[in-house]
Structure formats: C-alpha cells, structure tokens
C-alpha cells in the first residue's frame, strides 16, 4: 500500500520544535549581543567621563594661580587619612580657569577631595560672584587620594605638606586609591613658575 503525500501529525510537531528551537537560540543570541553592545557603550561613555574628569583637573592645576598678597595662599594641602589608614587627602587652589566648566573669565577656589564610594570630586566655585559650586565627579571607584607635592629648591624633595606658601610647588603627583589599592595610573604635573599667570 502507498503512503499519502504530505507530513504526519508526528513529522509536523518535530518540525514546529526544532524551529521554535532555533528562533529560541537566536533570539537569545540576539539579546546577548544587544547587552554587549550596551555594557561597551556605557563602558565607552565613562570613560571619555573620565578622560574629560582627568583634562579638566589638569588644566586646572596648570592655570594654578600664583599668590598675589602677603597672606595669600593659593594652593593648600590637608594631608587625611580614613579610619583604614587609607589616604583621603584634600587639595585646594586658586585656578585663573581654562577648560569648561571652569572658564578664563574669573579666578576659581577649586577643591579636590576622596568621596565615600562616589569616587574622588572636584568642587569650584567662582571667586567674587556669588554663584554655586559645580561639583563634577570623577575617578569613579577611587575612595582615596594621596597627594604629594615637590618644593622649588634644588634639594627640593616630595612631601605630604607645603613648606612654603609664598611660592607653588614645582610639581604635584596625585595617585587615587580604590579599596584594593592604588588605582588609574597617577597623575604627575608640572607647574610653571608662572602659572596662572
């Protein structure tokens, strides 16, 4: 006997598993490459945050203003540390500006100081106008700073603390500090005799 053409009921229900089968393992595939593409997009986007945190804080260090009055300081270290013993130092200077936020047009009081678990912020507020402080976040993970400044005479050495505040330091490293150590390379700078000039 001769076996009608077409499928059986058993031949169709295979065919309809091994199907759904398949547009199951593409559409998961499919949303784990989505969730890919989102992890490296964010991943991107906090780090040009970053790149542009660390370009901020650098230009401002570079426009560090240079005493003007007897009693003036403009660049001040608080060396600090967290009940750990972990470095939480604090640092604050006069900045002429520069890069946005913190514009050229007036002199900014810029404070850099470890967070709790925010990472390590930047606060500037405008010198002579009453306006708010920013606040702008960077170095996200870091809940340490350890600031090391190096004085102007020739047997000038790296030091926790200011000597002088007649005259900026020639140079200052900053290293960050996650719960498990230094993190992010340090950030080593040179001020010009005449910065802010």
């Known amino acids: 006997m001769k076996r009608p053409a077409g499928f059986t009921l058993l031949e169709l229900a295979v065919a309809i598993a091994i199907t759904g089968l398949v547009a199951l393992l593409v559409y998961g595939a499919a949303n784990a490459a989505l969730e890919t593409q989102y992890r490296i997009e964010e991943s991107e986007r906090a780090l040009r945050a970053e790149v542009a945190w660390q370009a901020l804080l650098v230009d401002a260090l570079r426009n560090v203003r240079s005493p003007v009055g007897e009693d ?106 996650t719960d498990s150590g230094p993190a992010l390379p340090p950030i080593l700078l040179n001020i010009p005799v005449e910065a802010g000039g």
């Open 72 to 177: 003036e300081m403009t660049l001040r270290l608080e060396p600090g540390a967290d009940f750990q013993g972990r470095p939480r130092d604090r640092l604050i200077f006069v900045s002429a500006g520069g890069t946005p936020p913190l514009t050229g047009d007036t002199d900014w009081t810029v404070t850099l100081e470890a967070g709790d678990a925010g990472g390590v912020r930047l606060f500037a507020a405008p010198l002579g106008i009453d306006a708010p402080a920013h606040a702008i976040f960077g170095a996200r993970g870091a809940t340490g700073l350890d600031v090391k400044v190096l004085g102007r005479g020739p047997d000038a050495e790296w030091s926790d603390s200011l000597t002088n505040i007649r005259e900026l330091p020639r140079a200052v490293t900053l290293i960050f500090y």
